[in-house]
């Protein structure tokens, strides 16, 4: 690596706003790295993953133009741990590599920090990959209430949904920084502002 950039992880619970925070950071020109869109990245037609899946898997994890069944993929491993285990044992390694490259370019562009989006970053046991953990949270029953909303499902479903991970309040056990998203966008922002500045000091990122 170029230069020493410090990762920041950024995680949170499903329906809580991950992706409104991240764009406050790249919209002041802060490099964010997707960790889903990494995972994306890593199983495109050509990838040595992707023939890695293919083999593992047969060619019926494909669809017709050659990309990745991903709903498909996902019910054969489901309820499979043992298939689960092959598949992360193929999709870690190359999403780490992927980030690996993306981290050492803000570096030697002269980046002092950036941000890691992994929702999945305290259970996928991948913190090894940050400096720090910022967690996104809200109260419950809006994470409820915006799941519904989003998703389009009815309260049961949303409930069964958010049983089935990690609780919000152990994942703020794993911040040092919580960022509460319960409130308006301002009400957001200023949060957000406030944690940059103490995160930055003085730097002029």
Known sequence: MPEKIKVIGLT???ATGKSSVAHFFTSRGITVIDADQLARDAVQPGSPALAQIVSSFGQVVLTDDGTLNRKHLGEIVFSDPEKRRHLESILHP?????AEEKIALAAAAGHKRLIYMAPLL???NATDRVDDIWVVTVRPEIQLQRLMQRDGISLHQAKSIIASQMSLSEKE?????????????AETQAILENAWAKETG???E
């Open 173 to 185: 056990s794993y911040g040092s920084v919580i960022i509460d998203n319960s409130g308006s966008k």
């Open 122 to 124: 305290i259970e996928a």
């Open 202 to 204: 003085s730097i002029n």
């Open 12 to 14: 949170g619970g499903i």
């Open 94 to 98: 190359a999403i780490r590599k992927l």
